[in-house]
């Protein structure tokens, strides 16, 4: 089963959720993103709430506060967004969205040595695969 899509704004919380790294109650991801956002805490509440809705996050309630956990994995949900983003705007090969980014985003020295480090990485495991 693929992860859920998200919002931009259930983005935020999911990245705030992930941060955190264990239980989060609404206040506290609203006191994170507050700046940021300017979302209303019952704002946070409503997003939080579809999330669960959707299986990203797990509810629980202990006295009156309730406190959420990520059900989604970050990376699982990464990887999601980015194979949805090839085949929806790339006609499914990743190929020209690499080119996309090389050509749109200035490269620093480093940024393209570790493009080439990841690039000899993935042709010698392939290589040891066969």
Same mark, same amino acid.
């Given at each position: /089963? $693929?992860?859920?899509? !998200?919002?931009?704004? +259930? =983005?935020?919380?999911?990245?705030? *959720? =992930? +941060?955190? @790294? @264990?239980? *989060? #109650?609404?206040?506290?991801?609203? $006191? &994170? !993103? +507050? %700046? +940021?956002?300017? =979302? &209303?805490? %019952?704002?946070?509440? %409503? !997003? /939080?709430?579809?999330? *669960?809705q959707k299986e990203a !996050? &797990?509810?629980?309630?202990? @006295?009156?506060? #309730? =406190?959420y956990k990520s059900r989604l994995a970050r990376q699982r949900a990464l990887t999601d967004a980015a194979r949805d983003l090839i085949h929806r705007a790339f006609g499914g090969s990743a190929l020209p969205l690499v080119h996309h980014l090389i050509k749109s985003h200035r490269l620093t020295a480093d940024d393209k040595a570790e493009l080439r480090r990841l690039l000899d990485d993935d042709a010698k495991e392939k290589s040891s695969r066969s």
């Open positions: /089963m $693929a992860a859920p899509a !998200l919002s931009d704004a +259930e =983005w935020k919380i999911m990245n705030a *959720v =992930w +941060e955190n @790294g @264990g239980e *989060v #109650s609404a206040r506290e991801v609203h $006191a &994170a !993103l +507050e %700046t +940021e956002t300017q =979302w &209303a805490y %019952t704002t946070v509440k %409503t !997003l /939080m709430d579809r999330l *669960v !996050l &797990a509810a629980s309630v202990h @006295g009156n506060v #309730s =406190w």
